[in-house]
């Protein structure tokens, strides 16, 4: 039977995934990729890789997060392990020449916020992850604040990282399907687990 931190990034992971293909997929396919056989499966492999590497960026504060929870509900400091977290989400960010104080403090906002998320549901009752956030936060209401104060988090990181990029319209664009990808996902969710609360 896997256990509660499996459950949670299971779910993690698949939402990652879900969400990498929403933004990956949605690239337009040219006329190329279907006169020329090779650039199909070139495009094809080429989607994988950046699903892939869209997936593991976008699980990383996740992991991090839900790694900390874990520890952090077995006695570890908070403060401890926080500052830890600081120093690997900053050399992350120069080592991918991104950091900026902006885009550093929206990833710690982020870290935060999914610590008490990971805290709740490892701390809930439940066989499926579902069960987990249906016990651990009661109503559709207390999980939506939740899901709203992560999606403002998120999004301010966005704009940090489009400040840092410079490259208006592809960056941006990406940032905005990404995000409506996480919308429609997190709705789908938030319905499935409350389904009862939806009327």
């Given at each position: 039977?896997?256990?509660?931190?499996?459950?949670?990034?299971s779910?993690?992971?698949?939402?990652?995934?879900?969400?990498?293909?929403?933004?990956?997929?949605?690239?337009?396919?040219?006329?190329?990729?279907?006169?020329?056989?090779?650039?199909?499966?070139?495009?094809?492999?080429?989607?994988?890789?950046?699903?892939?590497?869209?997936?593991?960026?976008?699980?990383?504060?996740?992991?991090?997060a839900?790694?900390?929870?874990?520890?952090?509900n077995?006695?570890?400091?908070?403060?401890?392990?926080?500052?830890?977290?600081?120093?690997?989400?900053?050399?992350?960010?120069?080592?991918?020449?991104?950091?900026?104080?902006?885009?550093?403090?929206?990833?710690?906002?982020?870290?935060?916020?999914?610590?008490?998320?990971?805290?709740?549901?490892?701390?809930?009752?439940g066989?499926?992850?579902?069960?987990?956030?249906?016990?651990?936060?009661?109503?559709?209401?207390?999980?939506?604040?939740?899901?709203?104060?992560?999606?403002?988090?998120?999004?301010?990181?966005?704009t940090?990282?489009?400040?840092?990029?410079?490259?208006?319209?592809?960056?941006?664009?990406e940032?905005l399907t990404?995000?409506?990808?996480?919308?429609?996902?997190r709705?789908?969710?938030?319905?499935?687990?409350?389904?009862?609360?939806?009327?």
């Amino acid at each position: 039977m896997p256990t509660k931190y499996d459950l949670v990034l299971s779910h993690e992971d698949s939402f990652a995934r879900a969400v990498a293909t929403g933004v990956i997929v949605r690239r337009p396919i040219t006329i190329w990729d279907f006169l020329v056989p090779f650039m199909f499966v070139f495009r094809v492999l080429t989607m994988k890789k950046e699903t892939e590497t869209f997936a593991t960026n976008f699980l990383f504060l996740r992991k991090l997060a839900l790694g900390a929870a874990s520890d952090i509900n077995k006695g570890e400091d908070r403060r401890n392990r926080i500052a830890r977290i600081e120093g690997e989400t900053r050399d992350r960010l120069i080592s991918q020449k991104l950091y900026s104080g902006r885009l550093h403090q929206g990833q710690m906002a982020q870290v935060n916020l999914l610590i008490d998320h990971y805290s709740k549901l490892l701390n809930a009752e439940g066989k499926n992850y579902d069960s987990l956030v249906k016990n651990a936060y009661q109503t559709r209401s207390n999980y939506q604040t939740f899901q709203h104060q992560l999606t403002l988090a998120e999004k301010e990181s966005d704009t940090a990282v489009f400040v840092v990029f410079g490259e208006p319209d592809k960056v941006w664009q990406e940032i905005l399907t990404k995000q409506t990808v996480i919308d429609r996902l997190r709705e789908k969710e938030i319905d499935r687990v409350f389904l009862e609360e939806s009327d």
